[in-house]
Nanobody, 114 residues
Framework: VQLQASGGGLVQPGGSLRLSCAASGSSSSINVMGWYRQAPGKQRELVAAIVSGGSTSYADSVKGRFTISRDNGKNTVYLQMNSLKPEDTAVYYC?????????WGQGTQVTVSS
């Protein structure tokens, strides 16, 4: 499975960004897709995840601001990020779990700054 993430950038506090992650290769039977982030000097943390049936989960810090969605036909997962805060600044990584194996995409930088 190959994961291609896009959509990061620089945004002012309160702004919005949408991240996309497209899965290719042996992308059938992907059970869970999600987004993680890693800020400088911090551990990588789960931001949001969505299972194939549509159930979602979010880190407490992003609930009500971020929305994860998935287009199963396109094997693509999205992360809509609204009301961004400086503390959301991090490298965001796409992840897919397929048959017990975890796959990672390249990171995309999100910087929230005035």
């Amino acid at each position: 499975v190959q994961l291609q993430a896009s959509g990061g950038g620089l945004v002012q506090p309160g702004g919005s960004l949408r991240l996309s992650c497209a899965a290719s290769g042996s992308s059938s039977s992907i059970n869970v897709m999600g987004w993680y982030r890693q800020a400088p000097g911090k551990q990588r943390e789960l931001v949001a995840a969505i299972v194939s049936g549509g159930s979602t989960s979010y880190a407490d810090s992003v609930k009500g601001r971020f929305t994860i969605s998935r287009d199963n036909g396109k094997n693509t997962v999205y992360l809509q990020m609204n009301s961004l805060k400086p503390e959301d600044t991090a490298v965001y990584y796409c992840n897919a779990l397929r048959r017990g194996t975890s796959y990672w995409g390249q990171g995309t930088q999100v910087t929230v700054s005035s």
